[in-house]
């Protein structure tokens, strides 16, 4: 019985031929990714003592990678806030200190409008805890979300700052009328908030 006289090459090529016939079941695109993830690591694994220092640069090296990736998350999922479906923001369209919120408050209080003067004073309230620092500005936060955080900056507040947002929700998108008594408390949580950044 004679041999066939081939070479590597021919070889290679003859099975990928045969392996590339539609009998053989083909790879998902799942088992590719896997194969090349696994690829990549064998690379990594074997040709990773090259690097000065070694295993320990490595380490440094992938330990920064997962540090950017996840402030990367962190950042676009803060910056992406804005699109909440129905929990609407808690700054409308316009920009206004903590000062105009607060005398828009009062004039809305002079004139009976309990709704609009608790929303205002809120907002007051959340605009000088920006102001001070104490919290960073948050495109599109939320009544809700500026009691957990302010409640966070600020533990002794924590129970006022909930019920200024469970207020300030009711009014908004309860359409319950508020008031007076209730303007009264987020007033003296606006001062407290005050008294608490200034010193």
């Not at 676009?76 to 804005?82: H, I, L, N, S, V």
């Not at 408050?105 to 959340?126: F, N």
Request: proline content about 4%; some cysteine.
């Amino acid at each position: 019985m004679t041999g066939l006289d081939i070479d590597g090459d021919a070889a290679h090529d003859a099975a990928q031929r045969e392996l590339g016939k539609p009998i053989y079941p083909r790879p998902s695109l799942t088992e590719q990714l896997m194969a090349w993830f696994d690829d990549i690591l064998y690379k990594v694994f074997t040709d990773g003592s090259w690097l000065p220092g070694g295993w320990i640069t490595l380490g440094l090296l992938l330990t920064l990678l997962a540090i950017a990736g996840y402030l990367v998350v962190r950042i676009a999922r803060r910056t992406m806030r804005t699109d909440r479906g129905s929990a609407a923001a808690l700054f409308g369209s316009r920009e206004l200190s903590a000062e105009q919120h607060r005398a828009e408050a009062e004039r809305s209080a002079a004139q009976g409008d309990w709704a609009m003067a608790i929303g205002h004073r809120l907002r007051a309230v959340a605009r000088e805890l920006e102001q001070a620092g104490t919290l960073d500005p948050v495109p599109g936060r939320t009544a809700t979300e500026l009691a957990r955080d302010a409640g966070a900056a600020r533990p002794g507040l924590t129970a006022e700052f909930h019920y200024a947002a469970n207020t300030f929700n009711a009014v908004t998108y309860g359409a319950q009328c508020g008031t007076e008594d209730e303007y009264r408390r987020i007033v003296a949580l606006d001062r407290s908030v005050r008294t608490a950044v200034s010193t």
